[in-house]
């Protein structure tokens, strides 16, 4: 899957994420859904990697979880990268919200591929 079509899903993600859970995430408009989306994978393609090899003893004894906590800390970047206009009411929902990322990526990656 490209980045652009994966832009446009992280996108829509968080569109519906901040509809249903208004508490959780606050999004100011469509735009800046994109402008996150697309933070969010250049921080995927540039950060991620770091963290992921320095994290790596404690992600292979926590058989993988900890993974998504470096997915939380990527969103959690993207709202300090983005101000205002997306932000997170704690890392508790940026944590859960990666989980949903995940899996509806997870989904869609499959059902195109």
Known sequence: MG???RCLINALVFLATAGFFPDA????NVPTAFLAAIVLGLLNMSVKPILFVLSLPITVVTLGIFYLIINGLMLELTS???GGL???SSFTSAFMIAIV???VNLIITD???
């Open 86 to 88: 997306f932000q997170f």
């Open 111 to 113: 059902h195109l591929s």
């Open 3 to 5: 980045f652009w079509q």
């Open 25 to 28: 995430l606050h999004v100011a």
């Open 101 to 103: 990322l995940s899996i």
């Open 80 to 82: 300090v990268v983005m």
